[in-house]
């Protein structure tokens, strides 16, 4: 259907469907709208902060020995 047609449609619908149609037109710009990136990156400030343990743990066993697998 071409922009037109559906204008001439919506304007012959009942002012009620008008309002829903507007509001279900909003409803899926908000949800398909993109969102700016405004989310902070993620920080790995803590790599390596095991390095020492590692010649004494796996990371298995440091999970199992401080029960943080679960």
Known sequence: MDYSGFIKDFENL????Q?????????????????PNNK????????????DLKSQFTSVELQHR???AK
């Open 40 to 51: 902070r990156k993620f920080s790995f400030i803590w790599e390596d902060g095991l390095s």
């Open 19 to 35: 309002k829903q149609i507007k509001d279900y037109v909003e409803f899926l710009s908000n949800k398909y709208q993109r969102k």
């Open 66 to 68: 401080y029960n943080i």
């Open 14 to 17: 009942p002012v009620r469907v």
